[in-house]
């Protein structure tokens, strides 16, 4: 069964770039998307997806914020955070947060993919 | 039984010191209750005294010690909130296990703590913060570690390596981080998670582990993790072995001296070692199994080669900072001057090559502070202010590189006579100065041939030298942004890397031009299309959340043809001299450690070119001075 996915970006390119990876692979399936972080708390309570992936720049709610309010819900949630380069800062803070795992802008098909697989089969 | 009596002793002092050390972490917890280090402390010893109580038999012991360890892990993990009103309990716990020990020192009966175990069982389940959902995959970070007591614990000292190409090698290692602790114990973790937290790159990590998972297992788990490219697991013996080894006094050898030229030489060699490796790693593919496994070795070992080496030329920034006191005394009192002076961050280690390039620098800011910064005593009681001026320099790693502020409380520097003297040495034409920003003017007294006129230090309050400071802090691929307010005081931020000579930098294209571009230079990249730049009278803009950047071409910059035959370029956002621009290339290829080279006669006069950066299969890449570039 597909792995159902919630892809978070403020910009609607970045959310149908990642859209496309992951549905074309047939391994996932977005299910949600937002484009800020309060929608992102929104549409994982609605969705209740298996992965987030989180852009960190956002206006109204940061990814980082989102994390800890979606691992509020769920201290279970597996959310991997999408970053662009030079923002190493950030993205420890979010793995501090309790983000899996991350991915950097730009990315290949392939490493988004294989990122994703190995958080989703994480245990 | 015989055999158990011969570690009684062992156990009760051991168990006695775990105690003191709990009894001294709740006093800690008492007057600083976010105390990460004292929880896990508190977490650890719990944790040992029930292992050693188990392995005695000592089943109260045990029993509480666990019920305790729980209860740490908990607060540990954030589950629950820690609390002044535990702190009672937690004492309660303590000596409970004192007594039982007190007990057996006596050879009296063995005492059991049902009451007091309930009670920790109690405030578990009523002090949950967080509730746990059923959801597929479950709950790695949440897992209590209950049976790490068990003869299956195995110590493991394990070595990851990470691919050169991985973007944030820190952020890297921290996903390892807590990958392994959600599987076991970790006693140690190298490079330190605080370090790591900071933004220290680790291309290699060493950590020494406790769990009762195979070798295997872990090393698949690890090898699963994007960007590992090495793990190597080695078991150790029984951890009571390894206790008196480690008490074994330290050698002679310890520590000696190695002369600074021989150690240049050795640094200088393994870093050609370094980049020669990345060469031979991109012909990989051509090489059979049995020798891509040899070259992975390889490839680990130079990395190590390297951060060790590196590691052994880092000094503190205290090697330069100390003699400045006596310096500021020294001009303080020769201009009738009251300065106070305050550092931080001494501590930190830095590349000696760099420090060697931060001497000047740091002379001239701290004397330039002094001279034209801090008012004299009169001047200043008039003005309000303490008779006592300040300067501080407060220094702190970020990211791999080096963050230090220098500020002070004197009269601040004056826009319009940067302005006037700007005018009057014809340093910029005056269209353009009258157009500049607040912070671009600031940024004109670091311009060679502005600032060393003697006239300038005498007006604006700043100055001498700030050409030589800028130029020593860029040769080091760092930067330099000034603040300062009138009447105020000014500050001068200096971001260098912490490593010399191989700079983290990104590789972009423009049209068929490849170029390298420090990391320094750029606070953050990201895709951008064509719609998403705005021209307002032929200026292009962009709006991002950073607000309104304006935008440059690097094509235009040097000089060569805009390419149009794309819809998304890529714009990387700098901070020149002290404003945001973003720069557009046509393609970020990669995040790489380069090698740089000054230029030799007579190339150095290239403005724009730092340098050469030298990459694997012998080629040349420009590494392009962008701060440069754009502030002409």
């Known amino acids: 069964m597909a792995i159902r996915v919630l892809v978070v970006d403020d910009a609607m390119f970045m959310r149908s770039m990642i859209k496309d990876i992951l549905n074309n692979s047939g391994k996932f399936n977005v299910v949600g998307e937002a484009s800020n972080g309060v929608e992102a708390v929104e549409v994982y309570k609605?969705?209740?997806?298996?992965?987030?992936?989180m852009d960190i720049v956002m206006p109204v709610m940061d990814g980082i914020e989102a994390t800890k309010e979606i691992l509020k819900i769920n201290p279970a949630a597996k959310i991997v955070m999408v970053s662009a380069l030079g923002q190493e800062p950030l993205v420890i803070e979010s793995i501090a947060a309790g983000a899996r795992d991350f991915i950097v802008k730009p990315f290949s098909p392939e490493k988004v993919l294989k990122v994703l697989e190995q958080v989703a089969k994480l245990t | 039984m015989v055999q158990m009596e011969k570690y009684l002793k062992l156990f009760i002092e051991e168990a006695e010191d775990y105690l003191k050390l709990m009894d001294k972490c709740v006093h800690e917890l008492e007057n600083e209750p976010n105390n990460e280090s004292s929880l896990y402390q508190l977490y650890r010893s719990a944790h040992s005294i029930k292992g050693m109580a188990a392995t005695m038999g000592y089943e109260g012991i045990r029993d509480i010690s666990h019920a305790m360890e729980d209860l740490?892990?908990?607060?540990?993990?954030?589950?629950?909130?820690?609390?002044?009103?535990?702190i009672n309990v937690i004492y309660e716990g303590i000596d409970n296990i004192k007594n039982a020990i007190e007990n057996i020192k006596a050879k009296k009966e063995v005492m059991e703590f049902s009451g007091y175990i309930k009670k920790i069982q109690d405030i578990k389940e009523k002090g949950i913060v967080v509730e746990e959902m059923e959801v597929s995959g479950g709950a790695i970070a949440y897992e209590s570690q209950d049976d790490l007591s068990d003869?299956?614990?195995?110590?493991?000292?394990?070595?990851?390596?990470?691919?050169?190409?991985?973007?944030?090698?820190?952020?890297?290692?921290?996903?390892?981080?807590?990958?392994?602790n959600s599987m076991g114990k970790i006693n140690s973790f190298e490079p330190p998670l605080d370090e790591i937290m900071k933004g220290k790159p680790c291309y290699s990590i060493i950590v020494d582990y406790n769990t009762n998972i195979g070798k295997e297992?872990?090393?698949?788990?690890?090898k699963d993790i994007s960007e590992v490219q090495k793990v190597n697991i080695a078991t150790l013996k029984k951890k009571e072995e390894i206790v008196i080894e480690e008490s074994a006094p330290p050698t002679e050898m310890a520590t000696f001296k190695i002369d600074a030229f021989m150690l240049d030489s050795i640094y200088n060699a393994v870093t050609e070692?370094?980049?020669?490796?990345?060469?031979?790693?991109?012909?990989?593919?051509?090489?059979?199994?049995?020798?891509?496994?040899?070259?992975?070795?390889?490839?680990?070992?130079?990395?190590?080669?390297?951060?060790?080496?590196?590691?052994?030329?880092?000094?503190?920034?205290?090697?330069?900072?100390?003699?400045?006191?006596?310096?500021?005394?020294?001009?303080?009192?020769?201009?009738?001057?009251?300065?106070?002076?305050?550092?931080?961050?001494?501590?930190?280690?830095?590349?000696?090559?760099i420090l060697e390039h931060l001497i000047d620098p740091f002379v001239h800011i701290v004397r330039n502070a002094v001279d034209h910064g801090i008012e004299n005593p009169e001047e200043r009681l008039k003005l309000g202010k303490k008779e006592v001026g300040t300067i501080s320099i407060e220094a702190e790693s970020e990211s791999g590189f080096l963050k230090i502020i220098f500020a002070d409380d004197g009269?601040?520097?004056?826009?319009?006579?940067?302005?006037?003297?700007?005018?009057?040495?014809?340093?910029?034409?005056?269209?353009?100065?009258?157009?500049?920003?607040?912070?671009?003017?600031?940024?004109?007294?670091?311009?060679?041939?502005?600032?060393?006129?003697?006239?300038?230090?005498?007006?604006?309050?700043?100055?001498?030298?700030?050409?030589?400071?800028?130029?020593?802090?860029?040769?080091?691929?760092?930067?330099?942004?000034?603040?300062?307010?009138?009447q105020k005081g000014t500050k001068i931020i200096l971001y260098v890397p912490l490593e010399i000579s191989i700079i983290d930098s990104f590789i972009i294209r423009v049209s068929d031009n490849y170029f390298a571009i420090p990391m320094s230079y750029i606070s953050r990249s990201n895709f951008l299309m064509k719609e998403d730049i705005q021209?307002?009278?032929?200026?292009?803009?962009?709006?991002?959340?950073?607000?309104?950047?304006?935008?440059?071409?690097?094509?235009?910059?040097?000089?060569?043809?805009?390419?149009?035959?794309?819809?998304?370029?890529?714009?990387?956002?700098?901070?020149?001299?002290?404003?945001?621009?973003?720069?557009?290339?046509?393609?970020?290829?990669?995040?790489?450690?380069?090698?740089v080279k000054p230029l030799k006669s007579p190339l150095e006069l290239l403005p724009y070119y730092q340098g050469i950066a030298i990459l694997s299969k012998g080629k040349l890449l420009p590494v392009v001075d962008v701060n440069k570039l754009m502030i002409y």
Do not use: C, W
Not at chain 2, 284 to 303: E, G, H, M, R, W
Not at chain 2, 432 to 441: A, L, P, R, T, V
Not at chain 2, 450 to 473: H, L, N, Q
């Open chain 1, 46 to 53: 609605n969705t209740k997806p298996d992965l987030v992936t």
């Open chain 2, 72 to 86: 740490f892990d908990m607060l540990v993990k954030k589950k629950m909130e820690f609390s002044k009103g535990l």
């Open chain 2, 151 to 180: 003869k299956n614990i195995k110590n493991y000292i394990i070595e990851v390596g990470l691919s050169s190409e991985s973007a944030f090698p820190a952020a890297r290692a921290m996903v390892i981080y807590n990958k392994l």
């Open chain 2, 217 to 222: 297992e872990i090393e698949s788990y690890l």
């Open chain 2, 273 to 353: 070692l370094y980049i020669l490796n990345e060469e031979f790693q991109e012909y990989k593919n051509q090489l059979t199994a049995d020798l891509i496994k040899v070259s992975t070795d390889y490839n680990f070992i130079i990395k190590k080669l390297y951060n060790d080496i590196s590691k052994i030329r880092l000094l503190p920034l205290s090697t330069i900072m100390d003699s400045l006191p006596r310096i500021i005394r020294e001009i303080a009192k020769e201009q009738n001057k009251k300065v106070n002076f305050f550092t931080k961050g001494q501590e930190i280690l830095v590349d000696k090559g």
């Open chain 2, 411 to 486: 009269r601040g520097i004056n826009l319009d006579k940067i302005k006037d003297v700007a005018l009057q040495k014809g340093v910029l034409p005056e269209q353009k100065i009258m157009q500049m920003k607040d912070e671009e003017i600031l940024s004109l007294i670091t311009l060679p041939g502005f600032s060393t006129a003697p006239t300038v230090s005498a007006i604006s309050g700043r100055g001498f030298g700030m050409d030589i400071v800028k130029a020593r802090v860029e040769s080091i691929g760092g930067r330099i942004k000034i603040e300062s307010k009138l």
């Open chain 2, 535 to 595: 021209y307002i009278q032929n200026e292009a803009f962009t709006i991002s959340e950073l607000g309104k950047i304006q935008l440059t071409f690097l094509s235009d910059l040097l000089g060569l043809e805009r390419s149009n035959d794309s819809d998304n370029y890529y714009v990387m956002i700098m901070d020149v001299g002290n404003v945001k621009r973003g720069v557009i290339v046509d393609e970020i290829l990669e995040h790489k450690k380069v090698i």
